[in-house]
């Protein structure tokens, strides 16, 4: 299905990407430490050991794929929230209306 064909609360999808847009930044942010760490012991300007900066490097980026993984679950759920149901007021009408007939 395509975006086009439903109608969204602009403040609650806005919110959905910013919010996503911001997590995206923190992912990044923890994989370049981990690349920091790994690239000081390469370049022997570190005093950690070799196998000390690849696990971290390791455990940074799986760290930041999982919140990766989070980010893009948590952005489709809030986009979904965002939603406006088509005919939602119509709906709650014809019910009503039934009601007063019987």
Same mark, same amino acid.
């Given at each position: 299905? =395509?975006?086009?064909? %439903?109608?969204?609360? *602009?403040? =609650?999808?806005?919110?959905?990407?910013?919010?996503?847009? %911001?997590?995206?930044v923190?992912?990044?942010?923890? *994989?370049?430490?981990?690349? #920091?760490v790994?690239?000081?012991?390469?370049?022997?300007?570190?005093?950690?050991?070799v196998?000390?900066?690849?696990?971290?490097? *390791?455990? %940074?980026?799986?760290?930041?794929?999982? %919140?990766?993984?989070? #980010?893009? =679950? =948590?952005?489709?759920?809030?986009?979904?929230?965002?939603? *406006?149901?088509?005919?939602?007021?119509?709906?709650?009408?014809?019910?009503?209306?039934?009601?007063?007939?019987?």
């Amino acid at each position: 299905m =395509k975006d086009e064909n %439903f109608e969204y609360d *602009i403040q =609650k999808r806005a919110r959905a990407g910013s919010s996503a847009v %911001f997590r995206v930044v923190v992912a990044a942010y923890i *994989i370049y430490l981990g690349w #920091t760490v790994l690239r000081g012991v390469l370049n022997g300007t570190s005093p950690v050991p070799v196998w000390v900066a690849w696990l971290v490097a *390791i455990v %940074f980026t799986a760290g930041a794929g999982a %919140f990766l993984f989070y #980010t893009w =679950k =948590k952005y489709l759920r809030d986009r979904e929230d965002a939603r *406006i149901v088509p005919h939602q007021e119509q709906l709650s009408e014809e019910d009503s209306s039934e009601d007063s007939e019987s």
